[in-house]
């Protein structure tokens, strides 16, 4: 088992299964010195990026070599290789890891959840073998069984504010507006559509769009809303760094019922990413939706 972070990005993580294959060595003035361990990783994925330093052909085969750290002790440095010999490992070691099958013992549990931990490793219930079986070893924090009792008497009008507003105020006379900041519509479009609550909004205004050209494709339509939208290029007349900086952008979708139109052009305002509509029916109004 490794004992140690190699390469996280690669998952050669502590706690991490392989086979020692081969321990390969060299002679350094007549005395043989390991130099480096084959290792057969369980996870076959793992350390791709590790594999084929030895002569010979391509293999599946993990290769590592000593670690350094420095010790408490001024001037003492520990060079070793960073595994051990494991037929087993701790729970705590196993937080994260999949398995397809496992032999859990419930004999050493001290702490709520860890049976949880030890037993959702694995894959399937035919894949899991328990020994030591104590009931009572299974339990939970009484902190988090007391949260989830709470979580069951939360309001819905707190959960869902704007469904509350919508269903007691009179929706002839009022138009519901909703903002938000997208982070980027086109990564975040199937957020928007299936979000409990923006789907309320008679308008909805949407900035940093990271929208580019003047294609719009049919995915970032939203089924009942008419679409307006302004880039970033287009917002900025004298200041051509902020015309060219990637990102910004902002959008406004309309319900379809509601007729509105934009204004192309307000007077004195330049160099600003906004977008203003007049709203002619069912009423008069004008919404403006201005970032920078």
């Known amino acids: 088992m490794l004992t140690r972070n190699i390469d996280v990005s690669q998952g050669l993580v502590n706690g991490s299964f392989s086979t020692l294959v081969r321990v390969i060595s060299s002679e350094q003035n007549g005395v043989a010195h390991v130099t480096m361990l084959r290792l057969k990783m369980d996870d076959e994925t793992a350390g791709r990026n590790y594999r084929n330093r030895a002569p010979g052909g391509p293999d599946n085969l993990v290769y590592i070599y000593r670690a350094e750290e420095n010790m408490k002790q001024k001037g003492v440095v520990r060079r070793q290789f960073p595994i051990k010999l494991a037929f087993a490992c701790t729970i705590h070691k196993v937080q994260g890891m999949t398995r397809t099958s496992a032999v859990v013992s ?45 979580m069951r008497q939360v309001n819905l009008d707190d959960m869902m504010p704007l469904l509350k507003i919508t269903q007691t105020v009179n929706g002839h006379d009022t138009l519901t507006i909703v903002h938000h900041n997208t982070e980027g519509l086109p990564c975040h479009v199937n957020d928007i559509k299936s979000h409990h609550e923006l ?94």
């Open 199 to 292: 789907c309320l909004a008679d308008v909805l205004c949407l900035t940093e769009t990271h929208l580019q050209g003047s294609f719009v494709a049919d995915s970032l339509h939203l089924e009942g809303y008419t679409m307006f939208k302004r880039n970033r290029h287009l917002s900025y007349t004298n200041v051509p760094q902020m015309a060219n900086k990637r990102g910004g952008g902002v959008a406004v979708y309309v319900k379809e019922h509601i007729q509105a139109r934009e204004k192309q052009y307000v007077h004195d305002v330049t160099d600003l990413e906004f977008l203003a509509l007049k709203v002619e029916a069912p009423s008069i109004k004008m919404a403006a939706e201005f970032y920078r």
């Open 106 to 150: 419930l004999k050493h549990i001290f702490e709520p959840g860890m049976a949880y931990v030890a037993v959702s490793r694995v894959t399937s219930l035919s894949g899991l073998h328990i020994v030591d079986m104590d009931e009572s070893k299974i339990y939970a924090n009484s902190q988090i069984t007391a949260a989830l009792r709470t």
